[in-house]
């Protein structure tokens, strides 16, 4: 979906609507992927991007929001096909997790020990329960990446016109808004959240610290935001100052 020349949300609706759409960002010097699907999205990512008019090779970073799952899950399989041609970026707080040098932020014990069963399923081999930090690593191979760059509270990006990172904790602990200057538009990540075309909050039942998590939404009223990009639910505006600022509150 072309959001404005140069700029487009890749649409990787999954069956049962389950929505996400990471955003492209790409001029004549670079091509920028803001946030890598779930796991085993690599080839949908490809033709997603293919539909955009750009090919995948071309890629030149992956800007990261956060942890979770359905934002790094492609993110390693990118990394791998790519090799060195690619940058991974990420805020500082959260580049430890997706790498997987410390615990997810907000996997339960009862989240591990099952995805410990499914391994034991998958290759017989019996895990300690509760799940060590080399028990994950072990569960997560597939999905833990290198983050080449690790970004500061407000760094800006020479990138397509100036993109500055936000850190924005509260989703998680490293979340990180990055701001469109050229375009005046925020992708959000799971800062916030589409809902029938109107702003919504992060979703409580996914947040870790919804108190920090509104106070993070604070900060980004020193930007000038015409169109706030939503992992979930797509590009929202009209009227987005008054709508970040009550959704702070
Ligand atoms: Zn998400």
């Given at each position: 979906?072309?959001?404005?020349?140069?700029?487009?949300?890749?649409?990787?609706?999954?069956?049962?609507?389950?929505?996400?759409?990471?955003?492209l960002v790409h001029?004549?010097?670079d091509v920028i992927l803001?946030?890598?699907?779930?796991?085993?999205?690599?080839?949908?990512?490809?033709?997603?991007m293919?539909?955009?008019?750009v090919?995948?090779?071309q890629l030149s970073a992956?800007?990261?929001?956060?942890?979770?799952?359905?934002?790094?899950?492609?993110?390693?399989?990118?990394?791998?096909?790519?090799?060195?041609?690619?940058?991974?970026?990420?805020?500082?707080?959260?580049?430890?997790?997706?790498?997987?040098?410390?615990?997810?932020?907000?996997?339960?014990?009862?989240?591990?020990?099952?995805?410990?069963?499914?391994?034991?399923?998958?290759?017989?081999?019996?895990?300690?329960?509760?799940?060590?930090?080399?028990?994950?690593?072990?569960?997560?191979?597939?999905?833990?990446?290198?983050?080449?760059?690790?970004?500061?509270?407000?760094?800006?990006?020479?990138?397509?016109?100036?993109?500055?990172?936000?850190?924005?904790?509260?989703?998680?602990?490293?979340?990180?808004?990055?701001?469109?200057?050229?375009?005046?538009?925020?992708?959000?990540?799971?800062?916030?959240?589409?809902?029938?075309?109107?702003?919504?909050?992060?979703?409580?039942?996914?947040?870790?610290?919804?108190?920090?998590?509104?106070?993070?939404?604070?900060?980004?009223?020193?930007?000038?935001?015409?169109?706030?990009?939503?992992?979930?639910?797509?590009?929202?505006?009209?009227?987005?100052?008054?709508?970040?600022?009550?959704?702070?509150?």
């Amino acid at each position: 979906m072309k959001i404005a020349e140069g700029l487009s949300m890749l649409d990787m609706t999954m069956p049962l609507g389950y929505g996400m759409c990471p955003v492209l960002v790409h001029d004549d010097k670079d091509v920028i992927l803001f946030d890598a699907g779930l796991p085993g999205q690599l080839d949908v990512i490809r033709h997603a991007m293919k539909k955009e008019g750009v090919e995948f090779e071309q890629l030149s970073a992956v800007l990261i929001t956060h942890q979770d799952m359905d934002h790094i899950g492609s993110l390693s399989a990118i990394s791998k096909a790519l090799g060195d041609r690619v940058r991974v970026m990420a805020h500082r707080v959260e580049k430890p997790y997706i790498q997987f040098d410390c615990m997810p932020a907000k996997m339960s014990p009862q989240r591990l020990a099952e995805k410990a069963r499914e391994y034991k399923e998958q290759t017989g081999v019996e895990m300690a329960v509760p799940v060590t930090l080399a028990g994950v690593r072990t569960l997560f191979a597939d999905i833990m990446t290198k983050v080449d760059t690790a970004l500061e509270d407000g760094q800006e990006l020479p990138f397509c016109g100036g993109i500055v990172a936000i850190h924005t904790p509260g989703h998680t602990p490293g979340h990180c808004c990055y701001y469109l200057k050229r375009y005046k538009m925020l992708v959000a990540g799971d800062a916030m959240n589409g809902e029938n075309g109107r702003l919504a909050g992060p979703n409580p039942t996914y947040t870790k610290d919804m108190a920090q998590a509104r106070a993070s939404l604070a900060k980004l009223a020193a930007y000038d935001i015409e169109t706030v990009l939503c992992y979930h639910g797509g590009p929202v505006s009209g009227n987005i100052k008054d709508a970040i600022a009550s959704l702070s509150k």
